[in-house]
């Protein structure tokens, strides 16, 4: 009877799990495209010799000014890229405006039989329907319109420059249902007209072709083409899988000579921080502009991934019969051959889904029978030592939460004060590693011992915290935020937060001194500290919550802690902070800035550790005082009398500073300008 309740428990176990992936759930779906993508990451890298990227970057909206640009400099580029010899020009820019600075009729005849492929978007706005939408004429085998990825909308670039362009595709993405771009469809549509990708649109332009043949069978797309180019195999719904092993050469816009791109197809993508999109990958983040470079490629290289259609069907049931194999040996075979079976099904099934995709781009789902297997493997085994025990594993709970002593004997005196949340002043600090990088290639692959480090300085910044009965909110990689003043009473949080940081970086010297001795590269920490309103509380889901601090106090301290690499400094403080601690501590004004996100100042200031001179701390409030008066040149010279003092702490900060008052000569200032810097990135 023990025997027959081990093995049918298990089966039972395997008819849930079978039943539910049966019907395909959102898990499975995430999970099958997750296991693609970890075979993805590693295909072997190939880089392109037909496509490369010219990235308008920094250094492009350094010399060309602040984005839009005048579509003459866009033109200007073009040209330059005509005379360069390059192929196809592929411009995934939108230009649905006219030009506010006029120089559209400039790009109009940059465009003009020049091989330039532009921009159009579709859009799921409910009230948008087509605009200056430029579509392409499709000769159809079947009836592939119900099967085609439909828009509500289609918004094109003015008649102007659409008229004019050899080409207009497609520029969207289509994620799957976990928010990844892995599928790309080639032609779209908005009704009956259909509108075709920016890579098909590409190929049709370089071959002199006018339209697309599409081919349709009962069960959907089965292939398309351009009749001058060789048929490409597309699922269904006419999209195909990207490969993302892809690599491509980079150019910025404004070298001096395009001629290492000639006769590439050339796809301008936009890279310079705040202006370029973003989508999510099986490789991570990557730059908009690239999957569609990603999908030329695929097409031109004919890397056709295939997802057989009986392919999710013989996974499910590949599963059971694996796992029936399992049950059966749990309940017979010796532990250690059980044991080979649960650890070599899910190497082999891996390892079989990694070669089939590159020996034959096909994509097999390794995690659902890596998932069943396992789950119906050890639920066998684990029975088989004992069903007590096993039950005892189910019913347990791990303690998910994190609290601090404090936080537990708040609640346990009072639980309503965390339970109801509260409204106070608080200080809050937030700490961030510097120097991370030279520290973990110090240890190469030795994760253990860079782990234990890891801790080892989480210890020793943590330990200022709670000698000063701070509280940590939490610990983000090798950041920290804690605060002063919740939920115990701190009268004096402003100064106790200030010392706290202060003593934070001691430790952080003596860690260093621990770490330089063992051969270790020194690490670094920046710390923001600002004084204000905070909502604190136990916050989060029914399922999974945590003592939590939110406030426009908490964001500014944030975003002034990310400040201090630019600035050169380790300790900064925010007004009120610094109102509250003037007559404590010796403090240097940094700047007057506007956060991301802000459009008033606040003072920021920075807390040196050690006595410094007076005069020197005149001599720099006499600089801040130039700057506002827009005396550039004065204000440098007292820069680089100052370079030494204060023992050499703020020298990084004076450098920077000479930087920009060069760059703010360079300034249309207003006459009402008060020395404001407004921060474009946090």
Known sequence: MKWITHWTTALLTL??????GWNDPFV????????????????????SSDIAILEIDEKSIEQYGQWPWKRTVIADIIWKLRESGVGIIVLPVLFSEQDRLGGDMDLAEALVQNGVIIAQTGTSQDTFQIKNAVPRGVAKIGDPLPWLFEWNGMLGPIPLLGDNADGVGVVNTVPEIDGVVRRLPLLMRIGDEVYPSIAMETIRVAVGDPSYQVKTQEGGITAMRVPAYQTIKTDSFGRIWLRFNKEFPTLSAVSDDYSSLAGKTVIIGITAEGLSNIVATPKGEMYAHLPAAISLQTILNGDTIVRLPEATFLEWASAIGLAL??????????????????????????????????????LWDWSWVVIVTTLVGFHAIFNRFTKEFFEKQAIKKQFAGYASPTVVRMLQENPALIKEGMKREISIVFSDLRGFTPLGESFGDDVKGLTKIMNGYMDAITQPILDSDGMVIKYIGDASMHIHNAPNDDPYHPRTAVECGLEMLNAVEKFNEKITSE???????????????????????????????????VSTAARI?????????????????????????FYLKVDELAVKGKTVGIRIYTVLNRYCDLDAQKKHELMHQCYTEKKFDKCIKLCNQLFEEFDGQMTKYYEMWIERCEYMKTQDLPEDWNGVFIATTK
Not at 564 to 577: F, M
Request: contains cysteine.
């Open 15 to 20: 008819a849930v799990i079978s039943f539910w």
């Open 28 to 47: 499975k779906q995430t999970l099958r495209l997750k296991s693609f993508d970890l075979v993805q990451q590693y295909d072997i890298p190939t880089t």
């Open 325 to 362: 194999l399992l049950i059966l040996l749990a309940a017979k075979a010796p532990y250690w051959l059980s044991g080979i079976f649960i650890v070599g099904i899910p190497l082999g099934v891996g390892y079989g889904s990694y070669y089939y995709f590159i020996n034959h781009l096909q």
């Open 519 to 553: 051969g270790r590269p020194p690490i670094g920490m920046g710390a923001g500290i600002n004084t204000g309103l905070g909502y604190l509380g136990e916050m989060g889901s029914t399922q999974r919550h945590s003592y939590d601090v939110l406030g426009d106090s």
């Open 561 to 585: 802690e990310s400040k201090c690499k630019e600035y050169g400094c380790l300790l900064l403080v925010g007004e009120k902070t610094y109102d509250e601690t003037k007559n404590n501590f």
